[in-house]
């Protein structure tokens, strides 16, 4: 089922102004009481952060820049391997350091020459309309914790490496920051919670989790996967369908896991062409008629199959 929550971690706020963090029993941090107060410090630190305020520093430790390094060389080959070309071009620009975790403020600054993106710190849970929102105006809410240091090559929840790895390299392209302004536009337009949810499952299945053929090889351009060296390595061996967008938009799925099912593009043009043309124009009529439609049949984009 769809939840908000899946994007970040829920918190809870105290009378004191400070913020707790709600680990699952299953989170690998979960028994780990010295991970929990940095999680709960971290969240502190981006709640107190104000409207046109740089974002706050986190003083990380050498065992979060090791997770950071650690990640960073293991998706050196793998980005040359399996991301698309689009992305390495994005990456090439940005030159995100591999021996440090940099600050938001610093990949903000980088970022600025390249298409002015610049990020927001979240403390927590970012209500869905309000996170997506903020990309037609060029901003994107980033957690600034880092994943527990038992298990660096995977994470469920968006980290601080998810953020600056994934989606960082992806922001300092022009091509990729028109379809995340465009989602941003699109989810500020409709305005039921159905049609919301349509719009973000659709940034899911692409920005998120998308494929792409190139050259007769499947690469990636999804954030969650670029920025985990694990499930970069499997995500050629998932259910692979061609790029559907009320399938994409009707989908549920699970964030505890790698994604079992994938779209793939022809093209990233076709990203563009397809997903950018439906977040340009898409309303909450023509969504609840695209979802009519496609229970009686395939989307047309479904008929692109290879």
């Not at 980290?159 to 941003?184: K, M, Q």
């Not at 494929?211 to 670029?226: M, Q, S």
């Amino acid at each position: 089922m769809f939840e908000e929550a899946q994007y970040f971690a829920p918190i809870v706020a105290h009378d004191d102004g400070t913020m707790k963090v709600q680990l699952g029993a299953g989170h690998p941090g979960f028994a780990d009481p010295a991970y929990r107060a940095r999680r709960d410090a971290l969240a502190t630190l981006a709640s107190r952060w104000r409207p046109g305020e740089p974002c706050p520093a986190a003083d990380y430790t050498d065992v979060e820049h090791e997770v950071w390094r650690t990640v960073s060389e293991a998706l050196q080959d793998k980005h040359r391997t399996y991301a698309c070309a689009e992305f390495l071009q994005g990456k090439e620009a940005l030159g995100l350091p591999i021996d440090h975790i940099p600050q938001l403020e610093e990949v903000s600054a980088m970022l600025a020459p390249l298409t002015a993106f610049r990020y927001l710190p979240a403390a927590g849970l970012v209500p869905l309309r309000e996170f997506y929102g903020a990309l037609a105006d060029r901003t994107f809410w980033a957690t600034q914790y880092v994943r527990h240091h038992s298990v660096p090559l995977y994470t469920p929840e968006p980290d601080v490496i998810h953020e600056v790895v994934g989606h960082g390299n992806t922001l300092a392209s022009p091509r990729f920051t028109r379809l995340y302004e465009l989602a941003g536009a699109a989810s500020r337009r409709v305005e039921s919670q159905e049609a919301l949810e349509f719009v973000s499952k659709v940034f899911w299945f692409t920005l998120e989790f998308g494929v792409v053929w190139e050259r007769e090889e499947l690469k990636t351009y999804g954030a969650g996967i670029l920025s985990s060296p694990g499930e970069i390595e499997e995500f050629r061996h998932m259910t692979i369908r061609p790029l559907d967008l009320v399938a994409m938009g009707t989908t549920d799925y699970d964030i505890t896991a790698y994604q079992p099912l994938l779209y793939a593009a022809e093209s990233f043009s076709q990203v563009e062409d397809v997903v950018g043309a439906f977040w340009a124009e898409c309303t909450d009529e023509s969504i609840a008629e695209m979802t009519a439609r496609g229970r009686s049949g395939p989307s047309e984009t479904s008929l692109l199959a290879r």
